[in-house]
């Protein structure tokens, strides 16, 4: 039986290839987009499933809540883990730990260097009690108890001590930047499975008196906070992790900081379950290299997963229950001879698989090519292996059974339904109700796609509104430089500064710390008294540079100077602050004194307001403080260059790598333009433009597929009437209008639907920006205009071909 | 007693008012019969042949199939019954045309369920019964008219129904086709086959036994 059913479906797919292609490719391109984000969700969410009692560890953060809102730091006050272990009685483990980048490690055996060694924390025994490491030589029960103890993994193990076997390894010496001597006595297996705990060297804690972290530890109070000194505890079985947060928030209440009470701001010690700490973005986790997982992200992306899939659905229900005229006598008969309806069913559902199954193949293969394609937006660890994994395998047949039973069942109930009878006098059996469900259908599959491309031109309009817009200050052929902190003299940095004002085609130079715009922020807190006025308390970010800085980004004075010289403060403060300290016009803001810190600044300029960040968020209060009147030693050289274009800006930037090299031999020179990092700013954006054009292609696609597949049909269906009408003398135009119009009428109904859908849609999206693009309504338009032309291009090209036919051959047919 | 038709009525409603398709026919078939059911275009003899065939249902009157009383079955019921004893023969031949010779007669065989050897040796004596046995892998479109029909035959007789039921089983063939076909059904008929057809042709309906005349959906 089966047998025949088989045979049956595949000689059914051979005679209708164009049908059956359509249904194959557009459940392969939503299969394919399914599996790859698929394995891209089940990536992210199998982080630390394997450890023992995992349910049971947690990492302690600290939330700072302010009457600005809330600050995570994922580091603890150094005393709390010695607290805490006073309370063993509820804890299993306390494992408190350093992050730190080492510059180089020394064998010391083979005199080799190996540079920034990642991943390095200094941690104790703990540790290993709370995660459960595989020893390959040393043991857990001595590990990291005295100082000077170093325990590899099993990787950095090959490669500082290569063809050594590990036991061989103990005992051998390494140097931490040329200061700090190491025994190593323990190298432990790697994990093999996904995991977020990724260190791959360990140094007794103990150690961290003597090293680069000495302040850090000896300057250790319960008011500072580093979030390189981090925590982990693992709870006790019989305890509960309530009772663990109740101490947290006691020891929490006991050591606060009166200073920081009185601004209203609260210090909460927060236990972060092992388990979220992958997708916890308040706290990162350890790797920088990848970028942060995003349960939204993921959302998202499984939406677009889910619609793509329903898309090619949709194709197969519309075509298969199209078709079912031509399938109309093979059911007649079939019950007829003694098939019953679930037999039929069976049948019908058979095909659906076998063509899913087809299609599953195609987009196996289709999505090594997606992987390959969308490597940047993949996680580094995710590769095509995981499709061997036994989960990943039975998701796939699980998923290709409910699309089989999602796309076959319908049709195959319409088709079963049948009645012998009247298909076997062909009274035909297409009736109202059922042409009605396709319509609505390929309505929604219009919707889907006519929402994607408005919101891909939206997206695009606002990215490009972003990188276009004036920041307030130049970003044009400007870039800076960083020295490297560690190998930096007065000396060297001015022989570099002098070489690099002596190429011509530099036009200024600053000594600074970040640009305008960046990354990085630093800022205070500070309050200004006036006599009629409440004092205004505010959070004041800080910029810092010498006296050409401002010229280079070509920022602005209304009012005031720059500051004289480098020994006092003073404040150039921008609009934003003036208007929030109560001024008018920025003349009145000068001389004006300003409290941070317990010093007076006063105020000596005012400047235009630049963004200090991507345009997402708003101008916040600004000041600039030149050296900040002590003599500070900066790092960064911003450098603005003249008449340069193309081709004599990688010659400017090779003289100025040539002048690096020259005074810093040994280090990377890392020239970043002004304009990529603001076109950094917007990456998560531009990721999310990228994925809308492909989302939108597929939808465009598949829809298009279906909408082949119908056109086909109908005019098949209407070869006859097409052929009477031009035997009674219809041009070829008024036939492609008749053709035409019941499906332009589908469109346009998708479009009335899609419109406020995706307006409501990007206006939501648009909130996280501060600064944002209009929602043209010729945005719309055009998107509509587009899906327009796709689908008459599509139709036209069809019922020119059928209405172009002979009439003669077409009534003879009939 | 094979089946008896007591006082049966069709019809349909259309515009208030009730056009009769069958009026009061009554017939009783012996096993073992051959009859013919004439009539002009619209006389209901179609749709008689597919009330007998339990196909089409009836708005009065009683239907005895052997045992059975086919007014009281529910649908489920009925089709087993007519998949049990009843092979159709259609003007059309309606085989499928994605299967060949061979799998079309095997098709009903599957549907009861036979057993792989079985089907083999069932369709073997049915291909060498009407001499098509070199055509068992070609596909109905590969074949004339009469061969189909031919083929339908087979199909029809494959499970050993009592009664076949034939709608103008020569309607689309010429004469020389028609007059081979309306043989073969006599000779089933000397075998102990039922058969009931619905013929225009009197040349037809003179190979059956007895003959049912319809007009406007009355026996006359």
């Known amino acids: ?814 | 007693m094979l089946l008896e038709l007591n006082h049966i009525y069709k019809w349909v409603q259309s515009g208030g008012q009730k056009i009769f398709l069958l009026k009061d026919i009554n017939l009783k078939v012996e096993e073992g019969e051959f009859i013919s059911i004439m009539g002009p275009s619209g006389s209901g003899k179609s749709t008689l042949l597919n009330i007998i065939g339990m196909l089409d249902v009836f708005n009065e009157g009683e239907y005895n199939f052997l045992e059975d009383s086919v007014h009281n079955l529910k649908e489920k019921h009925r089709s087993n019954l007519y998949k049990q004893y009843i092979g159709f023969v259609f003007q059309a031949y309606h085989l499928l045309d994605e299967l060949t010779v061979y799998e079309n007669l095997e098709m009903p065989l599957l549907y009861k369920k036979y057993s792989s050897s079985e089907r083999k040796a069932l369709v073997a004596d049915m291909l060498d019964k009407f001499n098509i046995v070199g055509k068992q892998n070609l596909f109905p479109s590969q074949l004339s008219g009469g061969q189909q029909q031919l083929v339908g035959i087979a199909r029809a007789l494959i499970s050993n129904p009592k009664l076949i039921l034939a709608d103008e089983p020569t309607g689309n063939l010429n004469s020389k086709q028609g007059e081979e076909i309306m043989e073969i059904f006599k000779e089933l008929n000397k075998e102990g086959v039922t058969i009931i057809q619905v013929t225009h042709s009197e040349k037809n309906a003179a190979y059956a036994s007895r003959t049912i005349n319809l007009l406007d959906g009355r026996q006359v």
């Open chain 1, 1 to 814: 039986m089966i047998k025949n059913y088989f045979k049956i479906a595949f000689r059914n797919l051979w005679n209708n290839k164009l049908f059956s292609l359509i249904k194959i490719s557009s459940l392969a391109i939503g299969l394919s987009v399914s599996f790859v984000i698929g394995l891209m969700v089940y990536y992210d969410f199998t982080f630390d499933k394997f450890h023992p009692d995992k349910e049971h560890i947690y990492r302690v953060t600290t939330e700072f809540v302010t009457p600005e809102g809330s600050f995570y730091n994922p580091g603890v006050s150094v005393p709390l883990a010695d607290a805490l272990k006073q309370n063993s009685a509820s804890l299993a483990a306390v494992a408190p730990f350093l992050t730190t980048y080492p510059l180089h490690i020394k064998n010391t055996a083979t005199n080799k260097t190996f540079k920034s060694p990642d991943y390095v924390i200094y941690a104790d025994k703990g540790f290993f009690n709370v995660f459960k490491y595989k020893w390959l030589a040393g043991s857990k029960e001595n590990a990291l108890e005295s100082p000077n103890q170093l325990v590899l993994s099993e990787k950095r193990a090959k490669k500082y001590f290569p063809n050594t076997a590990f036991t061989d390894i103990i005992g051998a010496h390494m140097v931490y930047n040329d200061t700090i001597n190491m025994q190593v006595t323990g190298v432990v297996a790697n994990f093999t499975e996904r995991t977020d705990i990724v260190f791959e060297e360990f140094i007794s804690l103990k150690t961290a008196h003597q090293s680069d972290m000495t302040s850090a530890v000896l300057s250790s109070n319960w008011n500072g906070t580093n979030s390189a000194s981090q925590l982990f505890i693992k709870i006790a079985k019989n305890s509960s992790a309530k009772n663990v947060q109740l101490t947290l928030n006691k020891l929490a209440k006991e050591h606060k900081d009166p200073n920081e009470e009185e601004f209203g701001n609260e210090r909460k010690f927060y236990m972060q379950p092992l388990q979220e700490m992958h997708f916890d973005t308040n706290y990162y986790t350890f790797d920088f290299d990848s970028e942060p997982a995003s349960k939204s992200v993921l959302v998202s992306l499984g939406c677009i997963a889910l619609f793509l899939l329903l898309l090619g659905s949709i194709n197969f229900i519309n075509l298969n229950t199209a078709q079912a005229t031509q399938r109309a006598k093979e059911i007649g008969v079939r019950k007829t001879l003694g098939g019953s309806k679930k037999q039929l069913i069976y049948q019908f559902l058979g095909e659906t698989f076998l063509l899913t199954i087809c299609a599953a193949i195609v987009s196996i293969a289709l999505s090594f090519w997606l992987l390959n394609i969308f490597a940047n937006y993949i996680p580094t660890g995710l590769s095509s292996e995981l499709f061997a994994e036994p989960t990943v395998i039975v998701f796939i047949i699980l998923l290709l059974l409910v699309v089989t039973v999602l796309s076959g069942f319908y049709p195959a109930v319409v088709l079963s339904h049948f009645k012998p009878i009247a298909v076997l006098k062909n009274q035909i059996v297409a009736s109202n109700d059922k042409t009605s469900l396709r319509k609505y259908l390929t309505v929604f599959q219009f919707i889907i796609a006519q929402i994607f491309i408005i919101a891909t031109l939206l997206v695009g309009k606002q990215i490009s509104f972003l990188l276009q817009k004036d920041m307030g200050f130049k970003t044009k052929a400007i870039a800076s430089v960083r020295a490297p902190w560690y190998t930096m003299t007065p000396e060297k940095q001015q022989r570099l500064l002098t070489k690099i004002e002596a190429i011509p085609e530099v036009n200024k130079v600053s000594l600074a710390e970040y640009p305008p715009a960046s990354f990085s922020t630093s800022a205070t807190n500070t309050s200004y008294f006036d006599e009629n006025n409440a004092p205004v308390h505010t959070e004041l970010q800080l910029l810092y540079g010498d006296k050409n800085y401002l010229d280079i980004y070509g920022i602005e004075l209304l009012a005031g100077r720059k500051q004289n010289n480098d020994s006092i403060t003073e404040y150039v403060i921008n609009q934003t602050y003036m208007r929030m300290l109560g001024f008018k016009k920025p003349e009145d803001a000068l001389g004006k004194i300003i409290k941070a810190d317990g010093e007076q600044n006063p105020i000596v300029g005012v400047m235009k307001d630049f963004n200090q960040r991507s345009l997402k968020t708003a101008i916040k209060p600004l000041a600039f403080v030149g050296t900040g009147g002590a003599n500070r030693k900066f790092k960064t050289f911003h450098i603005s260059f003249a008449n340069v274009n193309g081709e004599n800006l990688k010659h400017a930037t090779d003289k100025l790598k040539n002048a690096w090299n020259t005074v810093y031999t040994n280090e990377p020179f890392e020239l970043i333009f002004m304009d990529d990092t603001i076109k950094r700013f917007y990456s998560q954006e531009r990721k999310t433009a990228v994925l809308l054009n492909w989302a939108t292609g597929l939808a465009i696609v598949i829809s298009c597929l279906g909408l082949l597949g119908l056109v086909v049909y109908t005019t098949e269906r209407r070869t006859k009437e097409i052929g009477i009408r031009k035997v009674l003398g219809a041009s070829l135009l008024e036939l492609n209008v008749l053709l035409s119009k019941e499906f332009l009428g589908l469109v346009l109904i998708a479009f009335i639907i899609a419109a406020p859908i995706a307006y409501f849609g990007i206006d939501y999206w648009l909130q996280d920006f501060a600064n944002k693009t209009k929602l043209s309504w010729w945005v719309f338009a055009i998107s509509g205009v587009i899906m327009l032309i796709v689908a008459m291009l599509i139709m036209g090209v069809r019922t020119y071909i059928s209405s172009t036919q002979n009439p003669v051959k077409s009534l003879r047919t009939e």
